[in-house]
């Protein structure tokens, strides 16, 4: 428990003494903190101390007891008087009890008299102090639900919510201090960053999005009148009165750079038109979340007035139908370096004009773009590779705030992602093809075997398959089959099979070549070889 503070006063020195000396105070939690011995000093104390008790002579030299204490209550000091007076003159008493004095004591008292006296105006004070406390919990509860109040009843207005017509007499009720006449209407959201790009969603961490609230509020009301509110989880809002003496895009960049100076994030802010009145705050509001729309096109960190973009002359964007079917071709090719190219060329062609449609109908487009993009993908891939763009396609739904620039990144992705499924899927059709050579070879080593024989056994081109051959096996067609011819001949000589019968058997009609291929392969003749094996 804190100590109450106490003054004694007295011209007389010794009772001065006996009251703030002999009694242990501390005991009781309370603290004398100076004694005068006439008015003037005792004046002094009072201001310099501001006490919560003083005990005083009711007369003493140069001020009364009585004049402290009119002093006091004309100054609004906090202190309670208890007055000791050696008078029995009742006139004294009752100009005390007027004043509001706690309490009376005639000389000659006791200690035990001072202290219980004491103590009872200790005990009104700190009843006092409660019924404070409780009177300011209760005005900050008020003042907190009016707060709340207001908050709900204008965020109600922007998002149209308030059942019917807005009422001017609710906007007085609630006691906001904005003219309603000539209001401004602000959307503001955080610049954040993801995997592609620009994104619009704000700071898991609260702590962020309400500091930057708090700088809104701040700069706002250094030059006018606002109101920031959480418009939703990722949106701040803000309604205020055009400022004095400032353009209104100057307050709004001043409220961009503090966001950057003061939180170290940037956010893009939309500018609605002006609301002449509560019912035109959703409008307005409309307005600002159009305005800050055209962000799409920027990296953030940007201001946008509706007013400015509405008289912009924004035209529909041409569709690259042939450079569309240029990037399936090369989609379905799995030509990732290709595709890149002409997406680069589709973005190009878009950015060559200074005039940015609607970005809801270009996003509409780039959606078209990536869903065709999706179908080509379709028929060269697994179910288990569709799947996985399906899922990669759902993220891209649930993230509708990517930039222009953003989805570039994306339509890049998606066509690395996709081409790497169909380069997969060729390989391990060119891998099954070549397989089906090789056993196709070992089945037929007796006859003329051909590259165009061998490719048209799978169905490939001659030149395709020789180049696939030699990846997969890594020998050409012709180093392959001797290969097989030679570890065949191998298994018939070891089986006693005569050489002129091998040598037809596996397609050479004149013995000394196959003798002299064999030698060439195994660094020795046929005969040798078996007599190796047979010794």
């Known amino acids: 428990m804190d100590h109450l503070t106490m ?15 002999t009694i242990p105070w501390a005991e009781h939690h309370i603290k004398v903190v100076g004694t005068a011995g006439d008015g003037e000093h005792g004046w002094t ?71 219980d006296a004491v103590l009872k105006v200790k005990k009104m004070i700190e009843s006092e102090q409660v ?17 709340q109040l207001r908050q709900d009843y204008l965020t109600g207005l922007l998002r149209q919510e308030t059942g019917g017509r807005p009422s001017d007499s609710r906007w007085s009720e609630l006691q906001i201090e904005l003219d309603a006449g000539n209001l401004m209407v602000m959307a503001i959201e955080m610049d954040c960053y993801t995997e592609y790009g620009y994104t619009l969603q704000l700071d898991d961490n609260e702590i962020i999005p309400f500091a930057i609230k708090n700088i809104l509020d701040e700069t706002l009301n250094m030059h006018t009148r606002g109101v920031v509110l959480h418009e939703s989880k990722q949106r701040l809002a803000a309604i205020f009165n055009p400022p004095d003496g400032l353009e209104t895009s100057m307050l709004l960049e001043l409220c961009r750079e503090n966001v950057e100076k003061f939180s170290k994030k940037t956010v893009s802010i939309g500018l609605g038109t002006v609301a002449r009145g509560s019912q035109e705050i959703h409008n307005a509001f409309v307005h600002a979340v ?10 953030g960190n940007c201001v946008f007035q509706y007013t400015e973009l509405a008289q912009a002359d924004c035209v529909a964007p041409d569709y690259p139908v042939e450079k569309e079917q240029q990037l399936l071709y090369a989609l379905r090719c799995g030509n990732k370096d290709s595709c890149h190219l002409i997406i680069d060329d589709i973005f190009h062609q878009w950015t060559l004009s200074h005039k940015f449609p609607e970005p809801q109908a270009m996003i509409r487009l780039l959606m078209g773009l990536v869903f065709a993009m999706y179908r080509a993908f379709c028929d060269e891939i697994t179910e288990e590779e569709r799947i996985q763009l399906e899922a990669d396609l759902s993220a891209l739904e649930e993230n509708r705030s990517l930039t222009f620039g953003g989805w570039k990144s994306y339509i890049n992705h998606f066509s690395s992602m996709g081409c790497e499924f169909v380069e997969n899927k060729r390989l391990r059709d060119v891998t099954q093809a070549i397989n089906r050579a090789r056993e196709y070879i070992r089945l037929h080593l007796q006859e003329n075997l051909t590259l165009h024989i061998c490719a048209r056994s799978v169905h490939l081109s001659p030149s395709y398959f020789a180049n696939a051959f030699k ?7 012709i180093q392959y089959i001797t290969k097989m011819r030679m570890e065949r001949a191998k ?26 291929l064999f030698k060439k392969y195994c660094g020795m003749t046929p005969t040798s070889f078996r007599q190796m094996y047979l010794k």
């Open 290 to 299: 159009k305005a800050l729309a055209y962000r799409f096109y920027s990296e």
């Open 7 to 21: 003054c004694v006063m007295d011209d007389i020195q010794a009772v001065v003494k006996g009251i703030s000396e």
């Open 131 to 147: 019924r404070l406390k409780q009177l300011e919990q209760l005005e900050q509860k008020m003042n907190a639900s009016n707060l």
């Open 491 to 516: 298994e018939l000589l070891i089986a006693g099979v005569q050489v002129q019968e091998i040598s037809q058997m596996l397609g050479y009609e004149d013995r000394p070549y196959f003798s002299g």
């Open 45 to 115: 104390l009072l201001l310099e101390k501001d006490p919560d008790i003083v005990i005083s002579d009711i007369r003493m030299p140069k001020l009364s007891g009585l004049e402290l204490m009119r002093r006091a209550s004309d100054h609004r000091l906090r202190a309670k008087f208890i007055f000791i007076s050696g008078y029995s003159d009742f006139s004294y008493a009752q100009e005390a009890i007027r004043l509001g004095a706690s309490d009376y004591l005639l000389k000659p008292f006791t200690p035990p008299e001072i202290l």
């Open 471 to 477: 990846k997969e096996t890594g020998m050409t067609l």
